[in-house]
């Protein structure tokens, strides 16, 4: 840079400011903030298939004919249980799917109009029950009322995923370490997420109950006596020995 003259010697300076800027620029587009991680597949099923908490739909069909518009009694059974499990777990309306223009859709509006008795007598008040008509798609098959409403569930899933191959083969690396095949365990999780009465179980447990007073105070008494707490049962020892063939 000797030979240089003073507007040269400027010029490349400016030149060199302007890619350093650049350089900088270009490392910030890439910066994460910390390290990179690669996804892996959990090796506890319960955590690849994990249950969640989450909400869902709860519905029942109820089929009507073309001449009868009136509902049978295990239907009545059916609409009569939706109402009870509403009044414990729902957290929507009730909606009503009733059939438009089909053959049955006069019988399906009278069987519409007995629902909405039963569900109010299950304790389901009149303005959380909505009535929604559809046009069925297929008008070969029976249009039926289909009644649903949201609802807390535990849900896990969905199932039948099959990412490897399960012999040996250059793609699965997992069958020569002896691991686990995706879609394991995930039916166990899906049938016990299915079984669960109160999602809230999964989450902290339940408050306790009042005590029997009347098993206790016969138990205290029972102990203040000095005698035997335990309860006889007579009846028992009657069930240990066959009387067949006598």
Not at 153 to 182: F, H, I, M, R
Not at 220 to 226: C, H, L, P, V
């Amino acid at each position: 840079m000797t030979n240089m003259t003073a507007a040269d010697r400027h010029r490349t300076l400016r030149h060199l400011g302007a890619l350093a800027g650049l350089s900088v620029a270009l490392g910030a587009c890439n910066y994460t903030g910390g390290e990179l991680v690669t996804a892996s597949v959990p090796d506890d099923y319960r955590l690849r298939h994990p249950i969640a908490v989450q909400e869902a739909d709860r519905s029942i069909v109820v089929f009507v004919g073309h001449a009868r518009g009136g509902l049978s009694a295990p239907q009545r059974a059916d609409v009569l249980g939706l109402a009870q499990t509403w009044v414990r777990e729902g957290t929507g309306t009730i909606v009503a799917d009733v059939p438009l223009d089909t053959p049955n859709a006069r019988a399906a509006a009278s069987a519409y109009a007995e629902i909405r008795s039963l569900l109010a007598a299950g304790g389901v008040p009149p303005r959380a029950i909505t009535m929604r008509n559809y046009h069925p798609a297929d008008p070969r098959t029976l249009a039926t009322i289909r009644l649903s409403y949201p609802r807390i569930a535990a849900v896990a899933g969905p199932c039948g995923l099959w990412p490897d191959d399960l012999g040996p083969t250059l793609l699965n690396n997992g069958y020569s370490q002896n691991k686990d095949y995706y879609n394991f365990g995930c039916a166990s999780q899906r049938d016990l997420a299915a079984m669960i009465d109160n999602p809230a179980d999964l989450e902290q447990p339940r408050s306790e109950t009042a005590a029997y007073t009347v098993r206790r105070t016969t138990a205290f008494e029972k102990y203040r006596k000095g005698e035997t707490t335990t309860t006889n049962y007579p009846e028992s020892d009657k069930a240990k020995l066959s009387d067949t063939g006598k």
